[in-house]
């Protein structure tokens, strides 16, 4: 294998290899490339990098596929299309079935002191135009996009800035290069493997032309008069769009790319003739040809793959159309499996801490009061009677495919205990009652909680209506309120709101090397401390400081991870970090691990029976390599 240098494997926080079988194999032309690229293509041995990207399929239980085929998948909107950069998952750096990071675009990368970081590309590596790919595409990023003020007006990204000053960028050969710190920065790696990665390259060949320092200045503006943009630097941000997959002429390193012909309600991606992977037997991928993305009503979405005009759909349909999809198995020749969605918690409710009513601020802050909340919330109801029974039952905490997993922190102040409830609630001093049994709030309020919701999941109403039983036996109210995304935001924005009901973390998979941000006061994503993040994203200009002692604890940890330099310090940090979650019930998490349905065609190969469903890590398909599927024809 080629791995890391001597030097840096005594020192290294983490060992990187080249992944794929140290073997040659014999390249094969794919039949079906004149289908998609008509006007011919140089032969494969001079498409592919010299060292590509060699995937042993039976390693992993999968057969090695055949060439051909159109995937036709469903679309809620016409943006979605953007998805096939998702699904497609080539990154610099990518994360396996198992978890684990390991390079992809990048031939091996090697790290000393996680402070050092160099990139080792693919020889003969080329963009999806031909051209090559080489290190004058991560310099052109870095000076003249990163650091330049007309198109990055705010600096360089955050995870590329160590103590506020940025990585010291070396170019060592075409192929080499190095992005060093004086401190350690764990972001790093972790960034460039997300399902919407930074891109911390660009085609620079094709981006010049539209940038000051290099294009043509009659060209740029006539380039602005067509596309109404108001300067060189809008001009350029309009065309370098790495993601959204709607500019026809950016050359790409993904599998599949935008297509002639293209339109809003139907996006045609061909195969990517100059991709970096092959299997054993030499094929290139990605086996299928094309991936086709058609814009439907979501509303329909269900109806429509269950009538056969899907062949792999899990985007717009959820557990509730189940029995649709089931219905549609044998006359539409598919299968539905079942993934568990890689999200903490499937619903979970959020008691804000930085509610700006005093006497509800007092109350949301005791800790025995969330905890009496937890207990007299019964989950198996939610379970039996929208679930099935399939779902787990208990806190927002990480899932058992995570390494960082522990049972107890599952079922900590989660069980349905509404005599413990109603004991810790009386601790409280919260005696007083109304006629109704219904408790009051010190200043003789009746304790009635409104639970906002964004109000686009009927599944988490249905889940609070199911909840209100459990709370009135410990005398407290629940109303809830749906409403939209925007307005649940300023309300807990401005300190009205008491209580929401979201989907859990985010990652419900992490590693020690994933950044905890989304599980520490220092972001206004979780509604738990939405004032306490923003004074975090703002530097103090907006906010609140924190002034609670386990919440200060957690932004601790957090600073103390960013300045982590071993993988052993950032799991002792982790496990703190969801032990203080699970003890301080900071969110109340009801159900996780709810299927999602993913239909699948019957002649599609490769896709895995048993599998998690996640944005990050996961990339819904990308971390499973859509590019390995294929058509049995």
């Given at each position: ?102 390079p992809d675009l990048l031939r091996a990368v ?32 870095w000076e003249d996009i990163a650091n330049n ?485």
């Amino acid at each position: 294998m080629i791995g890391l240098r001597a030097a840096s494997l005594v020192a290294a926080s983490w060992c990187l290899l080249a992944v794929g079988p140290a073997f040659a194999v014999d390249l094969v032309e794919t039949p079906t490339l004149d289908r998609t690229h008509p006007d011919g293509l140089p032969p494969v041995a001079e498409r592919v990098p010299s060292e590509p990207y060699i995937v042993d399929l039976a390693a992993r239980g999968r057969t090695p596929g055949t060439h051909g085929g159109d995937l036709n998948t469903l679309i809620g909107r016409s943006k979605d299309r953007r998805l096939i950069n998702v699904w497609g998952y080539a990154r610099l750096m990518g994360y396996n079935e198992k978890l684990e990071l390991v390079p992809d675009l990048l031939r091996a990368v090697d790290v000393e002191d996680g402070k050092v970081f160099t990139f080792h590309l693919r020889k003969g590596h080329r963009w999806s135009d031909g051209e090559p790919f080489t290190a004058e595409d991560f310099r052109y990023w870095w000076e003249d996009i990163a650091n330049n003020e007309a198109l990055s007006p705010s600096g360089p990204n955050y995870f590329m800035l160590v103590d506020g000053k940025p990585a010291e960028f070396t170019i060592i050969d075409d192929h080499t290069i190095r992005f060093a710190w004086e401190k350690a920065n764990p972001q790093f790696l972790p960034e460039l493997a997300k399902s919407r990665p930074p891109f911390i390259y660009r085609p620079a060949h094709y981006l010049k032309q539209f940038h000051e320092k290099y294009g043509d200045t009659d060209f740029i503006k006539s380039q602005m008069k067509e596309t109404k943009t108001r300067n060189w630097a809008s001009l350029h941000n309009q065309k370098d769009e790495m993601y959204n997959a709607n500019n026809l002429d950016q050359p790409s390193l993904q599998p599949w790319v935008l297509a002639p012909g293209s339109s809003k309600q139907r996006a045609t991606m061909v195969r990517n003739p100059y991709y970096h992977r092959v299997d054993t037997d030499g094929r290139q991928l990605p086996y299928i040809d094309r991936v086709i993305l058609t814009v439907a009503d979501k509303r329909l979405i269900a109806a429509k793959t269950q009538a056969g005009d899907s062949q792999l759909q899990a985007r717009n349909i959820s557990f509730s159309d189940v029995t649709v999809l089931k219905e549609g198995e044998r006359q539409s020749d598919y299968t539905t499996l079942l993934w568990p969605i890689a999200k903490g918690a499937h619903v979970a409710l959020f008691p804000n801490l930085n509610v700006k009513d005093p006497v509800w601020r007092e109350v949301l802050r005791d800790v025995r009061f969330r905890r009496a909340l937890s207990l007299g919330t019964d989950r198996s109801i939610v379970n039996q009677s929208l679930y099935f029974g399939l779902a787990t039952e208990g806190n927002n905490s990480v899932l058992p495919n995570s390494p960082l997993f522990r049972e107890d922190r599952v079922s900590k102040w989660a069980v349905f205990d509404p005599e413990t409830a109603n004991a810790l609630l009386d601790e409280m001093g919260l005696t007083e009652r109304q006629g109704d049994g219904t408790r009051k709030l010190p200043d003789g309020r009746p304790l009635e909680i409104i639970v906002e919701s964004a109000g686009e999941r009927q599944s988490e109403i249905d889940a609070l209506e199911l909840i209100k039983e459990g709370w009135r036996e410990i005398g407290i109210k629940l109303f809830v309120k749906p409403s939209q995304r925007d307005s649940l935001r300023n309300r807990a924005y401005s300190g009205d709101l008491v209580m929401a009901v979201w989907e859990g973390f985010e990652n419900g998979l992490p590693t020690p090397a994933t950044n905890p941000v989304g599980f520490v006061p220092a972001s206004v994503d979780m509604f738990t401390w939405y004032g306490w993040g923003d004074y975090y994203e703002t530097g103090g200009r907006t906010g609140e400081k924190i002034d609670y002692a386990p919440a200060q604890r957690l932004f601790d940890l957090y600073q103390a991870w960013l300045v982590s330099t071993s993988d052993e310090e950032r799991t002792k940090i982790w496990h703190e970090i969801l032990d203080i979650h699970a003890d301080e019930v900071f969110s109340i998490g009801v159900v996780s691990s709810v299927q999602q349905p993913v239909a699948v065609s019957n002649k599609l190969r490769n896709v895995p029976q048993n599998a998690f469903y996640g944005w990050d890590p996961g990339a819904q398909f990308g971390v499973f390599r859509m590019d390995e599927f294929w058509l049995d024809q």
